[in-house]
């Protein structure tokens, strides 16, 4: 791009330079020349009058009087009576001619001078023609070679500006370069380029949320399937498999749902859900990790508490506290369920825990955690908010967290939202 903007305008500059180069010698040229012809004309007219004037005084008109008006220049005046009087002067080569004769006809003056003079001063004046366009090449190349530059460098920065929304890992915007083109193609770069971070980033924030909830129930999968390869009891080992299926089901319905989430922005299937049941779903499947830690986990409920939710969303929530509570707590694990007004309470209570968090950090905040990755909380509040719901954490000591869900009262059937998900009566 350097070299094109350079050649092209060196090519604009020449050609200019070239006609203005050729108009201005040939403009003083032919002024050149008249100025020669006019100091002719002037030299003819003049000894027509000196010699006119001898001759009505009767004075003789000699070659060495006509050297003393002409000079160099050659003079030839024809008198009255005809007989021819020239100077000693010579000339060769082109001349400038001219010739006058007096008002009253009775003589006549031929002047002439040779055209090498003028020839040589239209020489000096094309020479200094010649220096002052090169010197305006050569201004012409600074400029060009300073604009290409100006031009070349905001146009390298807007490709590698561009290389990098490319990759992905774009983090300023483009710096203004005065040029209105450019500047508006790097506004329309910046704008697809904060796209393309935004969908990276929810593509990162998916793998790292799977990843997140995948891991420790994994683990709880494997400690099943070790306990299936220990045990000799047939009917034992079909219901640790049956429990590790269901495991596998739910898992996979929450990714689709976190998929689904992020690139679609479809809101979850809710439907009457027994909370009841859930919990239990996530004892049996807890049960092998406390065991192993020697530790409980037990649920109070005052009745059958019906939520209306996601039965995959709410059940990576309940497995996400229980997990926390797991990993960082020490005692017990207690659910406790319960109706409060309209909504269905879930409360997760480690009963020897202390949480250590400090004042006026948000444990729902990506990132915010003691020694975890903080997502888990993060990831449960947003399925939380997907089913109308909300979460808190109630008490730091025990360290208590609580799901308020629509509660479900069963009045009426579900109606279909315009999003496509089904919301019921609370």
Excluded at 205 to 217: A, G, K, L, W
Excluded at 413 to 425: F, Q
Aim: glycine residues 8%; contains cysteine.
């Amino acid at each position: 791009m350097y070299q094109r903007f350079l050649s092209a305008t060196l090519r604009v500059a020449v050609i200019t330079v070239l006609l203005l180069a050729i108009v201005l010698g040939s403009i003083a040229a032919y002024f050149i020349r008249r100025i020669y012809q006019e100091q002719v004309d002037t030299l003819a007219s003049r000894v027509v009058v000196a010699v006119a004037y001898r001759q009505a005084s009767n004075i003789e008109v000699t070659p060495e009087y006509l050297d003393s008006i002409a000079g160099h220049d050659q003079v030839t005046v024809t008198l009255s009576d005809g007989t021819k009087v020239a100077n000693e002067a010579e000339s060769t080569g082109p001349q400038f001619v001219a010739t006058r004769t007096d008002p009253l006809g009775q003589v006549t003056a031929t002047a002439s001078t040779s055209q090498a003079e003028s020839y040589l001063t239209i020489g000096v004046v094309a020479l200094v023609i010649v220096v002052v366009s090169g010197i305006a090449l050569a201004v012409a190349y600074r400029v060009a070679d300073r604009e290409s530059r100006r031009v070349n460098r905001p146009l390298g920065d807007l490709a590698a500006h561009a290389e990098t929304i490319g990759s992905g890992v774009a983090t300023r915007k483009a710096k203004p370069t005065g040029i209105d083109e450019i500047d508006r193609i790097a506004r329309v770069l910046d704008d697809r380029g904060a796209t393309v971070r935004d969908v990276l980033e929810a593509e990162r924030r998916t793998s790292r949320e799977m990843s997140h909830q995948v891991r420790t129930p994994l683990t709880a999968l494997s400690l099943r399937l070790e306990e299936i390869i220990a045990t000799d009891d047939l009917a034992e080992a079909k219901a640790e498999a049956a429990v590790g299926v269901v495991q596998i089901e739910r898992l996979t319905d929450v990714i689709n749902q976190l998929v689904k989430g992020r690139r679609e922005g479809v809101v979850t299937e809710q439907e009457p859900l027994d909370l009841s049941a859930v919990v239990s779903e996530q004892m049996v499947e807890w049960y092998p990790a406390f065991a192993i830690r020697r530790r409980r986990i037990t649920l109070q409920a005052s009745g059958t508490v019906v939520a209306w939710a996601s039965r995959a969303g709410e059940s990576q929530v309940l497995a996400t506290l229980i997990e926390n509570c797991l990993i960082h707590g020490r005692g017990d694990v207690l659910v406790r369920l319960r109706e409060s007004g309209d909504s269905a309470v879930v409360e997760v209570v480690d009963t020897r825990g202390v949480f250590k968090l400090k004042d006026g950090q948000d444990p729902f905040e990506r990132g915010v955690s003691v020694s975890g990755t903080g997502l888990g909380l993060a990831l449960a509040r947003t399925l939380v908010a997907a089913d109308d719901g909300d979460i808190a954490l109630t008490s730091r000591k025990p360290p208590t967290f609580t799901v308020y869900l629509p509660l479900y009262r069963g009045q009426s059937a579900p109606a279909t939202t315009a999003e496509g998900s089904t919301a019921g009566p609370v």
